[in-house]
């Protein structure tokens, strides 16, 4: 596993995990962030924030958010390219 924060424009990874505390983790939970979501990166800038697609939506990370959410490298099959 590694941190989303380490990921490029373009990758195409599993979520793992969240370490945040519980309030962050909540509050991403409650916007469709589970384990097993597959996630793109459609942005990122020089400040580390990201932008992610997943289940045909946008989600904006900063970078220290996105040190404690926990990837994997997506294996799977058909990927939603459907990012615009």
Do not use: C, W
Not at 38 to 66: M, P, Q
Request: aromatic content about 8%; hydrophobic content about 40%.
């Amino acid at each position: 596993m590694m941190p989303l924060s380490l990921l490029r424009i373009g990758d195409k990874v599993v979520l793992k995990e969240i370490t945040a505390d519980h309030g962050v983790k909540k509050a991403l939970l409650d916007r469709g962030l589970i384990r097993g979501t597959t996630l793109k990166v459609l942005a990122s800038d020089t400040n580390g924030s990201y932008i992610l697609y997943f289940g045909g939506t946008r989600l904006a990370v900063d970078k220290e958010l996105a040190k404690f959410i926990l990837v994997e490298s997506y294996q799977g099959g058909k990927f939603d390219e459907k990012t615009r």
